[in-house]
T-cell receptor, first 110, second 115 residues
Framework: SQKIEQNSEALNIQEGKTATLTCNYT??????LQWYRQDPGRGPVFLLL?????KEKRKERLKVTFDTTLKQSLFHITASQPADSATYLC?????????FGRGTSLIVHP | DSGVTQTPKHLITATGQRVTLRCSPR?????VYWYQQSLDQGLQFLIQ???????AKGNILERFSAQQFPDLHSELNLSSLELGDSALYFC??????????????FGPGTRLTVL
């Protein structure tokens, strides 16, 4: 069955550094991938969508890449701030069943 | 504020009981999704409705059912509740012209506690 894997270990970084989160997928070739941010006890919030024919997408301090050969997407936050601390989820798009990864927790230390 | 509303915010009930969770999608959105999120399972897709019709089904238990009404609001019914059903239940909606499972707007969730 199709799977999305994200690093379950929290990522701890210092303020001002670039955070890089990884999303790997198997048994499927998604037409696009999405990234969401989720704060504790709240619903996920959509951040970015990248299509299979796009290598990279940017939005302000956020950058997403999509490598269909490696079956991987990388999510970068540059000049990270403590307010960026949250769990980041990646999700398939274009499939019959919406599939989310379990998310990676990012903690940005001041 | 995503524009998706869910009620109630919290629900505490006993095993064996039945509850109904309600969701109103963003204005103009025809798709409604239901998800269950527990600490050990992540965000699990339950079911999707599009303009009143069931469109996709995920890992939804037979004890659970949902429907979408003509005004596009949706209800998720959970019956014969078990301790393991305790979780956050999210509803999400998406725009009708964006294809399958594009950008979803999530509600604030209903926290269900089964005692």
């Amino acid at each position: 069955s199709q799977k999305i894997e994200q690093n379950s270990e929290a990522l701890n970084i210092q303020e001002g550094k670039t955070a890089t989160l990884t999303c790997n997928y198997t048994n499927y070739s998604p037409a696009y991938l999405q990234w969401y941010r989720q704060d504790p006890g709240r619903g996920p919030v959509f951040l970015l969508l990248i299509r299979e024919n796009e290598k990279e997408k940017r939005k302000e301090r956020l950058k997403v890449t999509f490598d269909t050969t490696l079956k991987q997407s990388l999510f970068h936050i540059t000049a990270s701030q403590p307010a960026d601390s949250a769990t980041y989820l990646c999700a398939f798009g274009g499939s019959y069943i919406p599939t989310f990864g379990r998310g990676t927790s990012l903690i940005v230390h001041p | 504020d995503s524009g998706v509303t869910q009620t109630p915010k919290h629900l505490i009930t006993a095993t064996g009981q039945r509850v109904t969770l309600r969701c109103s999608p963003r204005s103009g959105d025809l798709s409604v999704y239901w998800y269950q999120q527990s600490l050990d399972q992540g965000l699990q897709f339950l079911i999707q409705y599009y303009n009143g019709e069931e469109r996709a089904k995920g890992n939804i238990l037979e004890r659970f059912s949902a429907q979408q009404f003509p005004d596009l609001h949706s209800e998720l019914n959970l019956s014969s509740l078990e301790l393991g059903d305790s979780a956050l239940y999210f509803c999400a909606s998406s725009a009708p012209d964006r294809g399958n499972h594009n950008e979803q707007f999530f509600g604030p969730g209903t926290r269900l506690t089964v005692l």
